[in-house]
């Protein structure tokens, strides 16, 4: 079965600061992981995937994310907040078993101070 | 730049009517899928649809509810008797395959508030 836990609910950084934000992942099969970001009253952008090629994935916006199989884990990280980052961040997972459907952690809202 | 369109961006219906959403995918994408978000909470997967099929509906509660992809138009997600706890966001995404690896591009979703 598939599922994903986003550790935190709510993170809070200063713009400037690093940005981390976790997720655990459970798939039968090879994952294919997604980080996505919802600004308000808009839909998901994808920022980043990972399909089975280099376990460090650059997205867009200065995000990348490690993935570690032995951890089962996907985290999100970007070296300096910039408060247009402040939105809600999805980190998602899909594999062969799921037909293509997605599932997705319950988010993580991210605050920027300035 | 013909991204995923959702219509209506808002729907205020009252209890006992229908809601229909509506979902034209990005050029090119013969797969649909639905998802719903309700508050406080992430997506859910409701509905896979290819045209003129439904590939999966595991999703989809088992009454009231239900989603066509026509050879022609869009993708109709369509409420019966729609009731307070149908309110949420209902977001559509597509993607040229139903390969899992693929990345699902989502519109920006239908607000439905039910009176």
């Known amino acids: 079965a598939q599922s994903v836990t986003q550790l935190d609910s709510h993170v809070s950084v200063s713009e400037g600061t690093p940005v981390l934000l976790r997720c655990n992942y459970s798939?039968?099969?090879?994952?294919?992981l997604f980080w996505y970001v919802q600004h308000p009253n808009k839909g998901l952008q994808l920022l980043l995937k990972y399909t089975s090629a280099a376990t460090l994935v650059k997205g867009i916006n200065g995000f990348e994310a490690e993935f570690k199989k032995s951890e089962t884990s996907f985290h999100l990280t970007k070296p300096s907040a910039h408060m247009s980052d402040a939105a809600e961040y999805f980190c998602?997972?899909?594999?062969?078993?799921?037909?293509?459907?997605?599932?997705f952690g319950r988010g993580t809202q991210l605050t920027v101070w300035p | 730049n013909a991204g995923v369109m959702q219509n209506p961006r808002h729907l205020v219906r009252r209890r006992g009517q229908e809601a229909r959403l509506r979902c034209s995918p990005m050029?090119?994408?013969?797969?649909v899928y639905w998802y719903r978000q309700l508050p406080e909470e992430g997506l859910k997967f409701m509905v896979y649809?290819?045209?003129?099929?439904?590939?999966?509906e595991s999703g989809m509660p088992k009454e009231r509810f239900s989603a066509e992809f026509p050879k022609e138009g869009p993708s109709i997600l369509r409420i019966q008797q729609v009731v307070r706890g149908d309110s949420a966001a209902y977001f559509c995404?597509?993607?040229?395959?139903?390969?899992?690896?693929?990345?699902?591009?989502f519109g920006d979703g239908t607000r439905l508030s039910i009176l």
């Open positions: 798939s039968s099969y090879s994952p294919s």
């Open positions: 649809l290819q045209k003129e099929n439904i590939i999966d």
């Open positions: 050029k090119g994408h013969s797969h």
């Open positions: 998602v997972v899909s594999d062969l078993e799921t037909l293509g459907r997605l599932y």
């Open positions: 995404a597509s993607s040229p395959t139903g390969d899992s690896n693929q990345p699902q591009h």
